[in-house]
């Protein structure tokens, strides 16, 4: 209206005023439109509190589970189910269960009836090689006795297997079965460490492994048999890398590398170092085992030859 007024002064306000009035009509088409639909939409109070009763729980759900989305409850919904349904059907899975038991308890058995087998087989040529070896590292009246049995089924399989021990065989004498004994209990520390070596000198050619230390395996011995345990443990050394801690010249002159370790007082603290020796340094090292911290010209000599040769 207010545009009438001044429709004679300028065509474009008549313009829009008719742009306007097309308008209005169409919102009032809209409006009885509006007004017929509404006339057909029933409310239904019950349902309405349902639908707000079901809002009201998804949020108490998703702030429980502490999730944002209707999605994410789903989700869990659908685990809870898969988890209810195992519940349901545990009676069939544990008899699924005790069947697939039952059939790899009994396949087990039969691998370990193969691994006995192949242990009994091995025993005698076992004892043979490491009795061979006891004699090359100065324990010539030395036996090792293998002795096996049967138990219940295990990780390790169904045989019970001791190491029996006799240090004390005399020279020419057959081997008394009662004279053996657990290698536990009568096998010394030199004894034991010579043995060790000898076992796993014998397992290093079946097994690849790559690193083998023997701390202080020369205990107790000294002269040709601590020169024989040297000559073992070079064959190994020629085949995987060997550490070894020793007191002995003997075994110290045949390494490749030397490493002497020793303590010094840091900063009030006994602080313990390694350090490579270089030749001259392993020549004087292996001279003061053989003659006391000063060494003389002899050990001198002596450690060379040992070294170089």
């Known amino acids: 209206n207010q545009l009438n007024a001044f429709a004679s002064t300028n065509a474009g306000f008549q313009s829009l005023s008719g742009r306007l009035q097309s308008i209005q009509v169409e919102i009032q088409d809209i409006a009885s439109e509006l007004e017929h639909l509404k006339s057909q939409v029933t409310l239904d109070p ?14 108490r759900l998703q ?52 691994i006995s087998d ?24 030395a036996k090792l006795k293998v002795e096996m ?14 190491f029996l021990f006799d240090a004390n065989l005399p020279a020419g004498k057959q ?6 004994l657990p290698l536990r209990k009568v096998a010394s520390g ?49 085949r995987r890398q060997v550490i070894g801690i020793t007191h002995q010249p003997q075994i110290a002159g045949k390494a490749d590398t030397h490493f002497f370790v020793y303590k010094e007082i840091v900063n009030d603290r006994v602080v313990t170092n390694i350090r490579k020796l270089n030749t001259e340094e392993r020549i004087t090292a292996i001279a003061r085992m053989l003659s006391g911290e000063r060494p003389t010209a002899a050990a001198m000599a002596n450690a060379r030859e040992m070294v170089m040769n």
């Open 118 to 141: 192949a242990r009994t087989k091995q025993v005698k040529p076992f004892e043979d090689k490491v009795n061979k070896l006891l004699t090359q590292v100065g324990m010539p009246n």
């Open 149 to 162: 049995g049967k138990t219940e089924l295990q990780s390790d399989g169904c045989d019970t297997i001791d």
């Open 175 to 180: 081997a008394d079965p009662t004279q053996f």
């Open 63 to 114: 702030k429980k589970h502490g999730v944002k989305s209707t999605r994410e409850l789903l989700e869990i919904h659908e685990a809870l189910g898969k988890k209810l349904q195992e519940v349901l059907d545990i009676d069939e899975s544990i008899a699924r269960k005790e069947k697939e038991a039952i059939q790899c308890w009994e396949d087990a058995g039969r691998l370990a009836m193969r």
């Open 46 to 59: 019950a349902r309405i509190e349902i639908l707000n009763e079901r809002l009201s729980l998804g949020y």
């Open 190 to 238: 030199g004894e034991l460490s010579r043995l060790m070596l000898c076992i796993k000198s014998l397992v290093a050619q079946s097994i690849d492994l790559p690193t083998m230390i023997f701390d202080e395996i020369d205990t107790g011995i000294s002269g040709e048999a601590a020169r024989q345990v040297a000559v073992l443990l070079k064959e190994l050394a020629s």
